[in-house]
């Protein structure tokens, strides 16, 4: 069996590199995921019943980018109802 060629792509730059998966019977390739992917970040998201979606991300910087524009913002006003105690 030949390996398998995987690529992962960055959700918010669009980013991609490829990997080939690593196997318990032979030597591990050059590419393995773990360092090629070192440094990224992956997001499952849980949406229901077999599925789960997943996001890929190169660093804490698309990552955070994705959150906030997946984040409703806490208006400044509900905050500001809270006074100083
Ligand atoms: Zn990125």
């Given at each position: 069996?030949?390996?398998?060629?995987?690529?992962?792509?960055?959700?918010?730059?669009?980013?991609?590199?490829?990997f080939?998966?690593?196997?318990?019977?032979?030597?591990?390739?050059e590419d393995?995921?773990?360092?090629?992917?070192?440094?990224?970040?992956?997001?499952?998201?849980?949406?229901?019943?077999?599925?789960?979606?997943?996001?890929?991300?190169?660093?804490?910087?698309?990552?955070?980018?994705?959150?906030?524009?997946?984040?409703?913002?806490?208006?400044?006003?509900?905050?500001?109802?809270?006074?100083?105690?």
């Open positions: 069996m030949s390996p398998v060629k995987k690529d992962a792509t960055c959700y918010t730059c669009g980013k991609k590199v490829e080939t998966r690593c196997s318990s019977r032979k030597d591990p390739p393995v995921p773990c360092r090629v992917l070192s440094g990224w970040l992956t997001v499952h998201r849980w949406a229901g019943v077999r599925s789960i979606d997943q996001y890929d991300f190169c660093s804490f910087t698309c990552l955070q980018r994705w959150v906030e524009a997946q984040a409703p913002k806490i208006p400044s006003t509900f905050l500001k109802a809270f006074p100083d105690e």
